[in-house]
């Protein structure tokens, strides 16, 4: 059965460095979101991207949060300069279309640990 | 901002019991729902779904009820397993457009005893 699939597992970082974190959704998806999870709390909506561009973009996601899907597969999310406060568990998700089903496929999660 | 609620953090049930998660909402736009499993360090897990034009579907051994005047609905799991214990999330959709996020619940923690 297809999956979403996301890289690295677990990354850990330096305060104010970059990171990337990488999704590969399922193929034939056509629109693609983060979301994060701060432990104990809920699941948390980040951005949407459809048609190579923001769909929508929630308050957490500021200027230092971009997205790409730079070769039709890989989808990213990359932190510029990182804060204590991104440690969090970040979740890729994928639908195939909107219009009967709105079920949303998760990846695995990526742990990010900011030091 | 808390447009979908979940009010109970946790549920204890026993093995072979009917177990029941409830989900509140107070957004009027929503028009989907679905139930998520979720175990400690993984992704959310898909369970069921249910359209605003029905009050009910059903899924083996899960069945979503949905009560659209109360703004409620409920996930019931009967039989309860072992294998049942994790987290459940309810979130919901506004369809329409390009934009389908999701709002999550805080998640109610079930655990099935044998």
């Known amino acids: 059965e297809p999956e979403v699939t996301q890289t690295p597992s677990h990354q850990v970082t330096q305060m104010g460095q970059e990171v990337i974190l990488r999704c590969v959704p399922i193929s034939n998806h056509l629109y693609f979101y983060w979301y994060r999870q701060i432990l104990g709390q809920k699941v948390e909506f980040l951005v949407s991207f459809y048609n190579n561009e923001i769909s929508e973009k929630s308050e957490i996601f500021d200027d230092q949060f971009s997205v790409e899907r730079p070769d039709g597969s890989n989808f990213t999310l990359k932190i510029r300069s990182t804060k204590l406060e991104d440690s969090a568990m970040y979740f890729c998700?994928?639908?195939?279309?909107?219009?009967?089903?709105?079920?949303?496929?998760f990846g695995p999660g990526t742990r990010l640990t900011v030091l | 901002d808390q447009q979908v609620k979940q009010n109970s953090p946790s549920l204890s049930v026993q093995e072979g019991r009917i177990s029941i998660l409830n989900c509140d909402y107070t957004?009027?736009?929503?028009?989907?729902f679905l139930w998520y499993k979720k175990y400690p360090a993984e992704g959310p897990t898909f369970l069921i779904s249910?359209?605003?034009?029905?009050d009910k579907n059903e899924d083996g051994r899960f069945t979503v009820f949905l009560n659209k005047s109360a703004k409620h609905l409920s996930l019931h799991i009967v039989p309860s397993q072992p294998g049942d214990s994790a987290v459940y999330f309810c979130?919901?959709?506004?369809?329409?457009?390009?934009?389908?996020?999701?709002?999550f619940g805080k998640g109610t923690l079930l655990t099935v005893n044998p």
């Open positions: 249910i359209s605003s034009i029905k």
């Open positions: 957004n009027s736009m929503f028009d989907y």
């Open positions: 979130a919901a959709s506004a369809g329409g457009g390009s934009n389908y996020k999701l709002t």
């Open positions: 998700a994928s639908i195939f279309s909107g219009t009967r089903d709105n079920t949303q496929y």
